[in-house]
């Protein structure tokens, strides 16, 4: 691997805080090739081979890195590629719960925790899933959407727009903007951004964004918070700070030794954080601590009454749109006169007013739109986990036919296809619809997701 002009001062202080032995094990780890891992989606489960990510049953390490652009199962949402040591997560939420929660992911985007909390979160659980740059949003749209869970809200809102929620959520997984010096080997962006005046700056930020959100959790409620950086500032010292400013008591997580899970290299400290270093562990620089919000009191938060507001008639759903639901009784469907849209029934009182107070970007499971006489599905409910099979006619596709309907390329399907909408799988999975008109097809694959390279390997 081509040599890393790692920062002078961040040798200097990696090495006081780990040791020459240490930094030196870990300096030659930030030399070698970057392992590659993904996690699979267990509700679309696919084989892929590979070794086991020992904290994360759905993780697989790869023997390489394939092109995932042209695997049509990636864009199925089979799978999201994602950094293995980043997977603990999911093992440290399923050790703390044990029932449906109202779950926070503040900082989402691009969706590698979003998509695991939905995964690994209780059925009945609400997943609201925040992103606060702009830019990052569609991205986070887009793979939650292929992940396929219906219980999830997505928002755009800066941390302060979550104080007034108070004591709301029971769940908060901050994974704090930070110095990013655990992705030196991943981004070498992330080199030449570092400074320690970064570093002071991410510590101050993180406390903001901790402090603004503090509220909203409740008594008794967990706050997942993780860095992918290595300094004791932003990690040990801020959850000391979290503890003393806050009140939060720390929680423990177990996990078995052989994991090669670091312990604090905070001298004097001895919190219960988990921290992963690429000499010890095969991933990238990550730290992680578990904190449970005091119970001085157990107030749930609650919207105002609505007995002052204005009360439409629900307009009368299009016919059989029900009969695609494979769990219609759990959802409340509601039509606006333009979109068929699934609601959770057990928490759509709790979206409906979160929609009202945040920046909300999907609220609910898009299930079709209406435009004249037509009824048209949505593709984020085709690749949804609700989807009925059978509801349209499916045609499986080779490989070839997959990468074209993905570049939003004609596709021809076989003649005695019946028209109208038409589910297109690949390998049983499914990709889409198409529109089948007769001579010709309709490509309805979202134009802002298509195969842009016209590379064709």
Known sequence: MEHLNLPSEFITRTRNLLGEEEYTRLESALFAPQPVSVRINPFKPVDIEGTSVPWCPDGRYLPERPSFTFDPLFHAGCYYVQEASSMFLGHA?????????????????????????????????????????????????????????????????????????????????????????????????????????????????????????????????????????????????????????????????????????????????????????????????????????????????????????????????????????????????????????????????????LSSVLRTVRSGLPVCRVKGKDIIPEHAFIMSSLYRPGSFPSVEVDWDTAISYLRRDAVVLPHDTPRGFVVITYKGMRLGLLKNIGNRCNNLYPSEWRILTTYRP
């Open 93 to 353: 939420v399923s050790s703390c719960i044990d029932g449906p929660v109202i779950a926070l992911d503040l900082c989402a985007a691009p969706g590698g925790k979003s998509t695991h909390l939905a995964s690994v979160l209780p059925q009945g659980s609400l997943l609201v899933s925040n992103e606060v740059m702009r830019n990052r949003l569609p991205v986070l749209v887009e793979n939650m959407t292929k992940w396929g869970r219906p219980d999830i809200m997505v928002t755009g809102c800066d941390p302060s727009a979550f104080t007034p929620l108070e004591s709301l959520f029971d769940l908060i997984v901050t994974d704090v903007p930070c110095s990013g010096e655990g992705m030196f080997r991943k981004d070498p962006v992330a080199i030449s951004e570092w400074s320690p005046a970064n570093v002071d700056l991410c510590i101050q930020r993180q406390r903001r964004i901790i402090s603004d959100i503090w509220p909203s959790l409740r008594p008794g409620g967990i706050l997942v918070y993780s860095t992918c950086t290595y300094n004791t500032g932003e990690n040990e010292e801020n959850i000391q700070w979290i503890i003393n400013e806050l009140g939060a008591e720390p929680v423990t997580v177990p996990y078995p030794e052989e994991w090669g899970i670091t312990p604090s290299l905070l001298p004097g400290c001895d919190l219960p954080v988990h921290r992963f270093l690429p000499h010890r562990t095969q991933g990238e620089g990550f730290f992680l601590a578990v904190l449970r919000k005091k119970r001085e009191h157990d107030e749930k938060f609650s919207f105002p009454s609505s007995r002052n507001r204005v009360k439409t008639k629900p307009m009368p759903l299009p016919k059989g749109v029900s009969e695609w639901l494979i769990d219609s009784g759990n959802y409340q469907l509601v039509f606006d006169g333009e979109t068929v849209t699934a609601f959770p029934k057990s928490c759509h009182n709790l979206v409906s007013g």
